[in-house]
T-cell receptor
Framework: AQTVTQSQPEMSVQEAETVTLSCTYD???????LFWYKQPPSRQMILVIR??????QNATENRFSVNFQKAAKSFSLKISDSQLGDAAMYFCASYTGANSKLTFGKGITLSVRP | GAVVSQHPSRVICKSGTSVKIECRSL??????MFWYRQFPKKSLMLMAT?????????EQGVEKDKFLINHASLTLSTLTVTSAHPEDSSFYIC?????????????FGPGTRLTVL
């Protein structure tokens, strides 16, 4: 079974600063994928970043980057130069081909202070 | 690309009536479509997975006779909440993966807010 844990329910960051959102996961599969999704107040789920577990290089998408620590089963998201539009709920998720579905963490609410 | 639409975005119905929610992949064909339920400030809970032309696979605890899923084509899936009751009030989200792309990545619709009076 897969599990995804996001232990921080809320975080706050000052505009233009950097923030890191934590996520740990557990899986017995060797082939899996990890994701961060953003859900703003509109509630539209938006894919932020995708990481293939077999790749050692950390994925990046503009101001968003991950710190993927495979041995520790940790997958944190770093948001640089935070903007007001980054305020949202963020979900960490994992996927394996074995069950072909996403497993989501509980999510973290990020607020950005102007 | 990879846009998923849902209709309606909001629906209010009386207790005991049925409500149908449509999920469409607009610019791609989907191998699989997924239906989620989400309570305020909570995570997404997978209800069922459906493939075109096949019966949906429901998650444990989800009543298949209550939540009917029809996946008529590679671009359309529908969720019908039958004999809706106030406890069915929730936010329902669909997603789809792409036939031509990465099976692990899902694209989400904007959601449907169901209120049962």
């Amino acid at each position: 079974a897969q599990t995804v844990t996001q232990s921080q329910p809320e975080m706050s960051v000052q505009e233009a600063e950097t923030v890191t959102l934590s996520c740990t996961y557990d899986t017995s599969e060797s082939d899996y994928y990890l994701f961060w999704y953003k859900q703003p107040p509109s509630r539209q789920m938006i894919l932020v970043i995708r990481q293939e577990a077999y790749k050692q290089q950390n994925a990046t998408e503009n101001r968003f980057s991950v710190n993927f620590q495979k041995a520790a089963k940790s997958f944190s998201l770093k948001i640089s130069d935070s903007q007001l539009g980054d305020a949202a709920m963020y979900f960490c998720a994992s996927y394996t081909g074995a069950n072909s579905k996403l497993t989501f963490g509980k999510g973290i609410t990020l607020s950005v202070r102007p | 690309g990879a846009v998923v639409s849902q209709h309606p975005s909001r629906v209010i119905c009386k207790s005991g009536t049925s409500v149908k929610i449509e999920c469409r992949s607009l610019d791609f064909q989907a191998t699989t479509m997924f239906w989620y339920r989400q309570f305020p400030k909570k995570s997404l809970m997978l209800m069922a997975t459906s493939n075109e032309g096949s019966k949906a696979t429901y998650e444990q605890g989800v009543e298949k006779d209550k939540f009917l899923i029809n996946h008529a084509s590679l671009t359309l899936s529908t969720l019908t909440v039958t004999s809706a009751h106030p406890e069915d009030s929730s936010f329902y989200i669909c997603s789809a993966d792409t036939l031509a792309g990465q099976r692990d990545t899902q694209y989400f619709g904007p959601g449907t807010r169901l209120t049962v009076l």
